[in-house]
């Protein structure tokens, strides 16, 4: 399984663009890159996937350049509602492994 | 988007005792589900995998006796932490994969308080 690294914690400013890179140098030719979001006392909750370029929905942003070795997560706007850890996974599902995520704190 | 629930959302229990964490899967079917467990300020951690019909895989280092988990149907995982500890307080997650296993959803989660 591909092991990543990211940021323990960022800080931001209420309406800010907010971006975290996630590194993972180990990446598998078959794996994707999957965000999750992690509220206190809350299970996971999926934010966004991709598996190259540039993916986009409509709460965030994924940028993935062509060596796949790193990717973006791309918060547009944050609010003090986007407070929350966050986690970058590669591979499928058939064994997710969380690494320690990245805290992010908004602050007005 | 497909949801899973898991019951209780808290549990606080004696020492000693056995506890039974449900993890349903509420619009899908999963024939596979995953049981975590994440202590204060740290990540999750995956403990088991949960295989419908058949025995669960268990992860290195967690006790297969103590933590008991049963997935008798395709929408149902159960987690008993039997003789409970003090030590086994934490917060328990499953999920279940979507389909093509591309996202996996997550419960709730469980707060186990063992007093």
């Known amino acids: 399984l591909a092991k990543t690294t990211q940021p323990i914690s960022m800080d931001s400013y209420e309406g800010q663009e907010v971006n975290i890179t996630c590194s993972h140098n180990?990446?598998?030719?078959?794996?994707?890159i999957t965000w999750y979001q992690q509220f206190p006392s809350q299970g996971p909750r999926f934010i966004i996937q991709?598996?190259?370029t540039k993916v986009t929905n409509e709460v965030a942003s994924l940028f993935i350049p062509a060596d796949r070795k790193s990717s973006t997560l791309s918060l547009p706007r944050v609010s003090l509602s986007d407070t929350a850890v966050y986690y970058c996974?590669?591979?499928?599902?058939?064994?997710?492994?969380f690494g320690a995520g990245t805290i992010l704190r908004v602050k007005s | 988007g497909a949801v899973v629930s898991q019951h209780p959302s808290w549990v606080i229990c004696k020492s000693g005792t056995s506890v039974k964490i449900e993890c349903r899967s509420l619009?899908?079917?999963?024939?596979?589900m995953f049981w975590y467990r994440q202590f204060p300020k740290q990540s999750l951690m995956l403990m088991a995998t949960?295989?419908?019909?058949?025995?669960?895989?268990?992860e290195q280092g967690v006790e297969k006796d103590k933590f008991l988990i049963n997935h008798a149907s395709l929408t149902l995982s159960t987690l008993t932490v039997t003789s409970a500890h003090p030590e086994d307080s934490s917060f328990y997650i499953c999920?279940?994969?979507?389909?093509?296993?591309?996202?996996?959803?997550f419960g709730q989660g469980t707060r186990l308080t063992v007093v």
């Open positions: 999920s279940a994969p979507g389909v093509g296993y591309a996202e996996a959803f």
């Open positions: 180990n990446i598998a030719t078959n794996d994707y």
């Open positions: 991709g598996y190259k």
């Open positions: 996974l590669v591979g499928d599902v058939s064994k997710l492994v």
């Open positions: 619009d899908f079917q999963a024939t596979t």
């Open positions: 949960s295989n419908e019909g058949s025995k669960a895989t268990y």
